[in-house]
């Protein structure tokens, strides 16, 4: 319902079944913007629709307009799948998850998880992971997930604190929604902006309960989240409005909420803008209880698009009701409802489950079977008992006992398998029979019409011609034999055109050519038996077989040439066939070479790196030198343990004349200054070198400071 499960390019207001190649058990179905996907119940994934971002998993980017197999994941069963914007989510039947397409890997981290091709399938959720993955839903651009033991994922991007972690920070890897840990999550569904999840919250978790209670976070625009102050909330928050009620699923849209109880009873909330919330009464945004024609009936299944709702009740019905305007209500027109209206397309469908896109939804059916109850044959209307068995005929789907249902076709309508042979009953083996030689009769007066191009179109006509110089032949041989002659070769031809192949008919080429002959014969009235005629000794049938026998050595040349020509075109081949396998051999050594550069390279890299933190650590320790140098420098300078000092008193001064040369100076009562004591560096004088310094500069210490008495010059 819609154009985008089907790629159509229009609009479609009425259920239309799914074109597809070969026949689909499906099991599950889930639908994006513009494309959907199903896992059918041998645990294929197939999907179809506009690609975008590689989120259709064919490694092309080609849109695809019926189901595909996807290949990648052939050899793994799968058991549900979630769509997203760009991406699509897989969870196996081990409980493994897979994405592929552009999710976590287009919102622009830098990390070794996210460097990865959209193209591929990725494995995020691995069994050794302590994870077993039970349900799975997928907004715009995040996703959720719930283990088997109750406990709620979420990853992707947080705007608007969709994850419910707390913030709006984006996640790339699951983690855990820690203000649920303890309680069991039943079941979660994700809107474009917020998530709604049904939550076990009574006492211990346990497994068996019916229902939980409802909790929704993230963006709040139009009411979706039901709280009461109608702000959005970060993490999960219980509606406390409906308290009162437990609830076993959920499904979210883009401006609405919608919810299922225990009972059968379905709630909306959010924005009434196309009648989505199922009640004409409501008001502008709030909640509301769906009743109309669900008011006597039990639902059991819900599911939601961007404004519009779809739901099953446990007597197979479907109601639909919201925004219509693409023909998603699948009501036949393209208005919108603001009650729940019937799907009267469905009435004669056995449907299992529904579920809604944006903008278009689909259903999936069961094959209507035949009832246990039916005991006689429907073609002999004979009881079945212990020797005459019952089966049910692939084609029509009725049940027939083993003598009306003995014969087996290929390409029978129900058929798993179209390449191999099912049972069928005895009317529509006749009917498949008749289909199948109108389509060769037609098949081959195309061929006869058509140039001759292949083998076989080229030696029809030759074939005629042999024929026509046969019936020559004959003709010149009948008016030379006698009327017991001509007897018994009529009866010889009769008997030829009755002829079998062993347990098979006549092929129908050579039908073709006894029926020209024949043919021939009847209409001249003189029967002569083919057979006869390379037997035939005397010169008249001789001479008469020649013709035939230059038509055969032309054939013969003609076959040996085409022979020839097709050694050469098998030589051509090989050539091609070696000259690849050599450029392939060469192209491998480029690969090998590039790699060994390459592995030299990343060792020089490593090199280069190991000599950089090793320059690194030297410069570091050099720095720490030079600066515990400068800090001793400044304590030797002001009396540390590096130089000789006199005691002074509180008068006195002490002045550096030179490097190393430290002079206490007192101060006289009359102004005049005094050498109290003298002091030479360890660094920078020993013993000898400080008393021959004394010896020769102590007169210039003397007249430069006037001193009245010389004390002691103390070097320590």
């Known amino acids: 319902m819609s154009d985008n499960g089907h790629v159509s390019g229009t609009n479609i207001s009425l259920p239309r079944l799914l074109k597809s190649s070969q026949i689909l058990d499906v099991q599950s179905i889930a639908c994006g913007e513009k494309h959907a996907a199903i896992v059918t119940k041998q ?79 990725h494995k995020l959720i691995r069994t050794s992971d302590g994870i077993s993955v039970a349900k799975i839903a997928c907004g715009q651009w995040h996703t959720a997930i719930v283990s088997s033991t109750g406990k709620l994922f979420t990853y992707g991007h947080g705007t608007f604190g969709v994850l419910g972690h707390g913030d709006t920070r984006s996640v790339v890897q699951p983690k855990e929604v820690e203000s649920l840990r303890g309680l069991r999550v039943k079941s979660v569904a994700c809107g474009p902006w917020h998530t709604a999840a049904i939550v076990e919250t009574s006492g211990t978790p346990k497994s068996n309960a019916p229902g939980g209670k409802l909790f929704t976070w993230g963006n709040a625009s139009g009411e979706k989240l039901g709280h009461t102050d109608k702000k959005s909330k970060l993490v999960p928050t219980r509606v406390e409005s409906l ?16 919810v299922l109880t225990i009972t059968g009873v379905v709630f909306t909330i959010g924005s009434k803008d196309h009648g989505q919330l199922g009640n004409p009464r409501s008001d502008s945004a709030c909640i509301c209880m769906v009743e109309g024609p669900l008011k006597t009936e039990f639902v059991k299944d819900i599911s939601s698009g961007n404004s519009h709702v779809a739901v099953l009740t446990m007597n197979g019905k479907v109601f639909t009701w919201g925004k219509g305007t693409e023909g998603q209500l699948g009501l036949g ?111 081959e007066s195309k061929i006869q019409k058509e140039p001759p191009l292949t083998e076989t179109r080229t030696y029809t006509p030759k074939l005629s011609r042999m024929l026509k110089e046969a019936n020559f032949i004959m003709e010149k041989m009948g008016s030379i034999r006698s009327p017991n002659q001509r007897n018994q070769e009529s009866a010889t031809l009769n008997q030829m055109q009755k002829q079998r192949w062993g347990q098979v008919e006549c092929p129908d080429q050579f039908k073709c050519a006894r029926d020209n002959i024949s043919h021939c014969l009847t209409s001249k009235k003189q029967p002569v038996d083919i057979g006869r005629i390379g037997r035939m000794n005397d010169p008249v049938s001789q001479k008469t077989a020649a013709p035939l026998t230059r038509t055969t050595d032309k054939r013969r040349k003609e076959q040996d040439l085409i022979e020839k020509i097709m050694l050469e075109e098998v030589k051509q081949l090989q050539a091609q066939v070696t000259t690849l396998a050599e450029e392939c051999r060469h192209r491998s050594l480029k690969v090998q070479l590039y790699k060994r550069k390459l592995e030299e390279t990343w060792l020089i890299a490593r090199d280069e790196a190991t000599k950089c933190n090793a320059a690194k650590e030297i410069i570091k320790i050099l720095t720490n030198q030079n600066g515990r140098r400068a800090s001793n420098s400044s304590r030797g300078y002001d009396g540390g343990t590096d130089s000789t000092v006199a005691p002074t008193d509180s008068s006195g001064m002490i002045e550096q004349i030179e ?46 400071y006037n001193s009245m008495e010389y004390l002691a010059a103390q070097c320590r």
């Open 333 to 443: 027109d393209y208005l919108d409802r603001t009650f729940p209206t019937l799907v009267e397309a469905l009435e004669d469908k056995q449907v299992d489950s529904i579920v809604c896109s944006s903008n278009f939804t689909a259903v999936i059916c069961v094959h209507g079977e035949i009832s246990s109850k039916d005991t006689v044959c429907s073609s002999c209307r004979l009881a079945f008992r212990f020797t005459r068995k019952k089966h049910n005929c692939y084609n029509c789907g009725s049940m027939f006992c083993n003598s009306c249902s003995s014969n087996k076709v290929q390409r029978a309508t129900l058929a798993p398998d179209k390449s191999k042979r099912c049972r069928v009953c005895d009317a529509c083996f006749n009917e498949l029979n008749k289909t199948a030689e109108h389509g060769k009769m037609s098949c």
């Open 243 to 258: 308290i009162d009620c437990d609830f076993t699923q959920v499904s979210c849209g883009m401006s609405l909420t919608a």
């Open 43 to 121: 645990g294929k994934v197939f999907s179809w629709g506009e690609e975008n971002g590689g989120r259709l998993g064919h490694k092309t980017s080609d849109s695809v307009s019926d189901p595909k197999i996807i290949d990648s994941l052939a050899s793994t069963p799968m058991k549900t799948i979630a769509l997203g914007a760009k991406y699509t989510c897989a969870v196996s039947v081990s409980g493994e998850l897979y994405e592929w397409g552009e999710g976590i890997h287009s919102l622009g981290f830098k990390n070794n998880q996210c460097q990865r091709s959209p193209w591929f399938p």
């Open 659 to 704: 490097r190393g040369v430290y002079i206490s100076v007192v101060t006289s009562p009359d102004g005049k200054k005094g050498i109290k004591s003298i002091r030479f560096s360890r660094k920078h004088f020993g013993e000898t070198e400080a008393q021959k310094w004394w010896e020769e500069n102590e007169s210039r210490v003397f007249a430069k």
